[in-house]
């Protein structure tokens, strides 16, 4: 099973662990519903979406409210820690959520201590954090968007706010930025890089890249990145193999977006509905060309 | 000077001290560093927000360096507003500089700047907020509700309402974005 760990933008929403659905264009955990509008309740609807196509178990997910004071997320890792030895996830996804240090080796230490290990997926906060704690080797797989991606390669950042201006240059410097960060010691076991061309690579480098259907207007909408990683998360959770997944992933972000006929303005609540008809094609195509 | 006046040119020759006459603030969290910043920046203060040296990170960390010789004054003004420092502590090596530059995109219609890992993109008709992307910690979202949908001059700035290193890139993008349509 999925589990995905994130926040709420809503101060008064209660530490919650439990299945994921979607009712009516919110997310539903435990009765309690939230707004899709971009963060972990974008990340969760996407996913939601992938495993209802694909016939799996809903995602279990462990949210709380915080609206950046960070003690929402305190509490969850506290809670995280004790209830994370009970469960038995195939993939967890770590999102936004306040980056702290100390908690982060509280919760690496409760992983490893998990057999089998889960598959490790951090984005955003936590992504901040592993990085800045010197463990991004932990995961499996950061999703960093070209600015996040700058941040890792830039070894002396603890955060993508400090990131030094010469590697905050244009995309076409993703190559030399992922094998900085791997260098560094500061990429997960795979990237999966989110951007006006999507990359995905590892230790030896760019594996593959992405850029088809090109809408320019996707970088603009908060949320995009959300569900990729929401997509991804679902597919390597449903048996995918991580590299398959990783293409997949962002040949249907890609295309669900297309689908919505974006411009800049347009909401990543107007994008998720087409996920489904975007994964049915993209596996089309691939059953065909496998024919 | 606007709140980001510490991005200018002309400070950036100083932002690595080694002359032992500034110092650095600790607080207790984010919120209370831009209060902070706040009021010793309306008191006449020449301060910068800076990042915290690795011995005392935590994660989402800023600190403000102030001069030294200013200690005794700066505390009791923080205690009087009742934000008082964790810590005064001289500088005794360079402290991690913000963020300075920026990306500009023009879609035509619609204009992106991006901070460090955020954007904001705004209706160039309206001057509305279409949308706000990027980010990691937990206010970013919030942000994007109280932000998105409101004009740019009526909108809340992200240091008033924000809490983390997200936030104040936000407030970076959100500050050039009205020099470049609300200042022509």
Known sequence: ?291 | MGTFGFLKKKSEDSAENHNGDRGFLVFENTSEVIQAENLLKKKGWEIRVMGPPPEIRTGCDLVIEFPLIEELKITKTLQEAGIPPLQTVPVSSPLLKPVDLFQIKDFGKYLMVQAANMKLTVDKESLTIVNISGGGCPDVPYLAEQMVGKVLSQAPSPLEIGHTLCGYALQLAYEEMKRRCLQS
């Open chain 1, 1 to 291: 099973m999925l589990a995905v760990v994130g926040t709420v933008p809503d101060p008064k929403f209660p530490l919650l662990g439990g299945k994921v659905t979607l009712e009516d264009g919110d997310i539903c955990i435990q009765g309690r519903r939230a707004a899709i509008r971009r963060g972990t309740p974008a990340l969760l609807a996407a996913a939601v979406k992938v495993v209802e196509a694909l016939g799996r178990e809903e995602p279990f997910g462990y949210l709380i409210g915080d609206v950046g004071s960070g003690d929402g997320s305190q509490k969850l890792y506290q809670y995280l820690v004790r209830d994370l030895r009970q469960k038995n996830f195939h993939t967890i996804v770590f999102h936004y959520l306040q980056p702290h240090i100390g908690w982060h080796s509280r919760i690496q230490s409760a992983i490893e201590k998990l057999t089998p290990k889960p598959i490790l997926i951090a984005d955003a906060g936590f992504m901040y954090v592993a990085k800045m704690s010197g463990r991004s080797s932990a995961y499996d797989l950061f999703t960093p968007d070209m600015g996040e991606l700058a941040f890792l390669a830039d070894e002396l950042a603890p955060h993508p706010f400090y990131t030094r201006g010469f590697l905050l240059h244009e995309e076409n410097r993703a190559p030399d930025l992922i094998a900085r960060a791997y260098q560094h010691g500061n990429a997960a076991r795979y990237l999966l890089v989110k951007g006006r061309k999507d990359y995905f690579a590892d230790r030896d480098g760019v594996q593959a890249i992405i850029d088809h259907p090109m809408e320019e207007a996707l970088e603009a909408i908060g949320g995009t990145g959300d569900t990729l990683t929401g997509i991804i998360a679902a597919l390597i959770s449903s048996g995918i193999e991580l590299p398959q997944a990783a293409i997949l992933s962002a040949r249907v972000n890609r295309l669900a977006g297309s689908y919505a006929h974006p411009s800049p303005g347009t909401q990543v609540s107007e994008i998720i509905p087409h996920i489904p008809k975007a994964l049915e094609d993209i596996l089309k195509e691939r059953r065909e060309l496998l024919q």
